[in-house]
């Protein structure tokens, strides 16, 4: 899994850093950093739902082998 952010869509609603904190920090005024850009499979399920619950769907998940 690697996590891809499109910072033009990205408002700093924060609901990712609220999903998955270890993953995603929301500074105020800007786009997301992703702190961990392939996480482990222990991280997929909170990753899955900051994806899920972004309003502006700016976080998207790649399939990596």
Same mark, same amino acid.
């Given at each position: 899994?690697?996590?891809a952010v499109d910072a033009d869509l990205c408002q700093g609603h924060a609901m990712c850093e609220v999903e998955a904190p270890e993953v995603f920090r929301a !500074?105020?005024?800007? !786009?997301v950093d992703v702190l961990i850009a392939e996480p482990g499979p222990d991280?997929?399920?909170a990753v899955t739902a900051a994806v899920k619950y972004c309003p502006t769907r700016a976080l998207s998940i790649e399939e990596t082998a």
């Open positions: 899994m690697k996590i !500074p105020s005024g800007g !786009p991280l997929h399920d």
